[in-house]
């Protein structure tokens, strides 16, 4: 199969006017106005496969917007290729629009004023949903999102939570195969971070649609995501399996052992950085190729009931890649 | 960028955008008196110059049925797209309507004609109450009513268009509010409202005829009232049509040269 | 002294606010100026076809026009931004903060925030008044421009008394945004002599949004028509108006702080 998504040397520069602070100086900007060229994307290349949950990391500023515009069809690149099923994604052909959706965390494409469901009366016309299709999709969605009772309060009664996921299923009714999604859980709490993760997972085992999402949260990355792609200032840093992040780029590993009875600190000693000692648990970080050494020697010296070896945390790794590329 | 044919999306949105107007009635129909006024003040003034007499061959009544029914046509006709389309593009709002596969200008439209729906029921009453009070003469003919109906169509339509040219300049500039005053201000002087277009003297008459703010406003109103040989009703028709041609023209141009620039610097 | 200074810093930050719209400094000025100039030419129109209005004649109705340019100068320059940007926190709930600044509601309510650019709009009314007065070839006396001045004064009180009352009633209905469009819809017949309306209206103008103290008595103390009676009572309805307008905005205060706790 061929992939969903093809992107081949993506450039996009803006140019920003600059303006600094205080009176003199936006006074000055009436008359004379500086400019300054801000490269948001400097040539990424990718491919995702249909089916396939991408994650799309990096701090802000680092192209993940401006990418995900462009291959929704909303921005220009400045150089290179995209592909999105077969179109370019700014001819903005119907017959493509059809087939993606991009949702923008706080991104109105609802009346507000109005009832949910009114806005997607809008978008059944607009997008030429037939009725038995719709009510299928709106039950599916209802189902899956808990959009019960939601669907007729005006928009602005929602909580915030609501109105995301009101806002996801408005995106999802014409049933598109690949989906945009820019920081869908921003702002919102952890419980419903997880309903709107766990709404991701399913919608793509059940439809086989393609999803390329970016979030500041690892946690839904971690969940939906197989596969990552970090940037930062506007170039790809790694493209592949989550786990090899942490491989690639933490430079230790964490050790857990439980053993049988407490043990004097002493016989700890040259075991690595002790991180924490608490009764018969120890903590032990180790550099990682040193790892096998150290599990080694633990069980060697010490009475181990149980070990673990493990990846530092997920932030802790992409803090790491993002260091590492700064200096 | 390609659109499905139909009219079930337009017509979906100028449901939803008639119920969401009607959330705002009590604002929609400030807006809408707002038009009232200037109609009243003029039709008062012109009163007072003509007295018992005439000016240029109208007389108190003639003027009453001119502002009456400017009233009437300059609702219908009213922009709203630099205080609905403009702000639309420079906030970004635009995006998702990008995303859709329907031209966002029927977005504008149907907010357009929602707009004027809604006011006019709260308009009618007042409208009639005024008839009722001034008891105009409007010396109409079957004729001129569907002449009148028919420059009435290329008036909003060319105001429209125009309003969505206007608006379009957001695209580029944060205020496209004062080019906007300045159309406004023209027709204010040349469009039919200070005065009938037939009192305007010299080269202001001159200018009114050519420019396109009388076919934005005061030429159907002359026409309804019979003011015109019919030799000038269908000059004024072809010059209408003339014009909304071009400005259908020049907004799909600027159109198509602000959404590249759009596309370029993102919103 | 501190007043002035938390006024100066809030009209520092307006002018900051107001610059980071390049051109907006030469579009206000060019605005204004096509404003007026069309005005101008709205009443060169009328004038072509008569040489008395209501008994005014046409440079009478220009220092009119100088006045209602000058007073709407003020309002949007001062009136409107501060005012409207009550009636905006109050529908958002963000008023509380204003309420929790050390200084007192009212003055800070009514002049915080200014459109500096609309200035123009009152340099030009002036400059209209000073033409009218030119063409009339007035004999303008000392004891003339002081009268005038308090003619003026007691218009911009009524106008701000109007203003006060129309923003106090957002205390009860939040969900009118424009309400002071009010104000605009009746001021808009300040542009001609009150002497110009039906009967009817001639009274509403003068007893009950009066607006006929605004624009046509300033303009008719200066231009030598002789309006004694009303000239007396303008200053006394501005006090009026103006009192009666303070004591609603702290009804509605009152009532408002209570209702939100």
Do not use: C
Request: charged share 15%; proline share 5%; glycine share 8%.
């Amino acid at each position: 199969m061929p992939p969903d998504i093809r992107v081949h040397g993506l450039v996009k520069h803006y140019v920003v006017p600059e303006r600094g602070a205080g009176l003199r100086a936006s006074l000055r900007s009436v008359w004379r106005r500086r400019r300054r060229l801000v490269r948001a994307v400097d040539g990424i290349s990718f491919e995702v496969a249909p089916g396939e949950i991408v994650g799309f990391l990096g701090p802000n500023g680092a192209g993940k917007t401006t990418s995900l515009k462009v291959l929704s069809g909303l921005l220009h690149p400045t150089h290179g290729r995209v592909d999105v099923l077969g179109f370019t994604p700014w001819d903005r052909r119907a017959d493509f629009l059809a087939r993606i959706t991009l949702i923008m965390g706080q991104r109105q494409q609802l009346f507000w004023d109005l009832p949910a469901g009114d806005s997607f009366q809008v978008n059944k016309a607009v997008f030429g949903i037939d009725d038995a299709v719709f009510r299928r999709t709106v039950g599916l969605l209802t189902e899956l999102l808990e959009l019960d009772g939601l669907l007729t309060k005006p928009v602005r009664q929602l909580s915030l939570g609501e109105r995301m996921k009101v806002e996801l299923a408005a995106g999802l009714l014409h049933g598109p195969r690949v989906l945009f999604l820019d920081e869908p859980t921003i702002g919102l709490d952890v419980t419903m971070q997880q309903r709107i993760r766990a709404f991701v997972a399913r919608y793509n085992a059940e439809t086989g649609a393609t999803v390329l999402l970016t979030s500041h949260y690892m946690a839904d990355v971690k969940a939906l995501a197989q596969r990552v792609i970090v940037i930062d200032r506007g170039r790809l840093l790694y493209d592949g399996a989550l786990h090899g992040l942490a491989e690639r780029y933490a430079p230790h590993k964490t050790i857990t052992v439980h053993l049988e009875q407490p043990v004097d600190p002493a016989e700890l000693r040259g075991l690595g950085e002790i991180v924490s000692q608490e009764g018969a648990q120890v903590t032990v970080r180790t550099r990682k190729d040193e790892a096998p050494a150290v599990t080694g020697q633990l069980l060697a010296r010490l009475p181990v009931a149980d070990l673990s070896v493990e990846d530092p945390p997920l932030e802790e790794v992409i803090e790491q890649v993002f260091r590492g590329n700064r200096t | 960028m390609t659109f499905r044919l139909g009219l079930a999306g337009p017509l979906a949105m100028l449901r939803a955008e008639m119920a969401d107007m009607l959330q705002y009635r009590v604002v929609v129909f400030l807006y809408a008196l707002w038009g009232f006024i200037h109609p009243i003040v003029y039709m008062a003034v012109w009163s007072a110059v003509a007295g018992e007499g005439d000016v240029g061959g109208l007389r108190q009544s003639d003027f009453t049925a001119y502002y009456l029914t400017f009233m009437i046509v300059s609702h219908l006709t009213v922009a709203i797209e630099i205080y609905t389309f403009g702000p639309m593009i420079q906030y970004g709002r635009l995006s998702p309507h990008l995303l859709r596969p329907m031209h966002p200008v029927w977005v504008a439209a149907a907010r357009n004609l929602s707009y004027k729906a809604v006011a006019v029921l709260l308009l009618i009453p007042i409208w009639t109450a005024l008839f009722l009070v001034l008891r105009p003469e409007f010396g109409a003919t079957p004729a001129s009513i569907a002449l009148f109906m028919l420059s009435l169509a290329g008036a909003v339509l060319l105001s429209f268009l125009a309003g969505t040219g206007f608006a379009l300049l957001a695209f580029w500039t944060t205020r496209s509010g004062s080019s906007w005053e300045i159309w406004m201000g023209l027709t204010f002087l040349l469009g039919g409202q200070v005065a009938p277009v037939e009192l305007l003297p010299g080269v202001m008459g001159q200018l009114a005829a050519a420019l396109p703010m009388r076919y934005t406003l005061g030429f159907p109103i002359e026409v309804l009232l019979n003011r015109l040989p019919p030799g000038e009703v269908a000059l004024g028709l072809a010059l209408q049509a003339g014009w909304v041609a071009a400005a259908a023209v020049i907004v799909a141009l600027v159109w198509r040269a602000g959404i590249r620039h759009y596309e370029a610097v993102g919103a | 002294m501190r007043l002035a200074r938390v006024i100066w810093a809030f009209g520092r930050a307006a002018l900051l606010d107001e610059t980071a719209y390049r051109g907006e400094l030469l579009g206000n000025v060019i605005r204004s100026a096509l404003g007026i100039a069309m005005a101008i030419g709205g009443l060169a129109v009328v004038f072509a076809h008569t040489r008395v209005l209501g008994g005014w004649t046409m440079e009478q109705v220009l220092v009119l026009l100088g006045v209602y340019y000058l007073v709407n100068g003020l309002v949007s320059t001062v009136l409107s931004p501060s005012l409207n940007k009550v009636v905006q926190e109050v529908r958002e709930g963000t008023f509380d903060y204003m309420l929790l600044k050390p200084a007192p509601s009212l003055l800070l309510a009514s002049t915080r925030r200014f459109v500096v650019w609309h200035v123009s709009d009152v340099v030009l009314g002036a400059a209209v008044i000073w033409v009218g007065l030119a063409r009339l070839e007035a004999n303008v006396t000392l004891a003339g421009a002081a009268v005038f001045a308090a003619a003026m004064t007691a218009g911009v009180a009524i106008v701000y008394a109007i203003w006060l009352a129309l923003t106090t009633l957002v205390f009860w209905f939040v969900r009118v945004e424009n309400i002071t469009m009010i104000f605009n819809l009746f001021f808009e017949t300040g542009r001609y002599p009150v002497e110009v309306y039906p009967f009817w209206l001639r009274q509403l103008l003068t007893f009950v949004f009066p607006v006929a103290f605004i624009t046509t008595v300033p303009a008719q103390t200066i231009t030598g028509r002789e309006p004694l009676v009303v000239l007396w009572a303008a200053p006394l309805i501005a006090a009026a108006a103006l009192l009666a307008a303070v004591r609603f905005w702290r009804f509605g205060l009152r009532n408002y702080t209570s209702a939100s706790s």
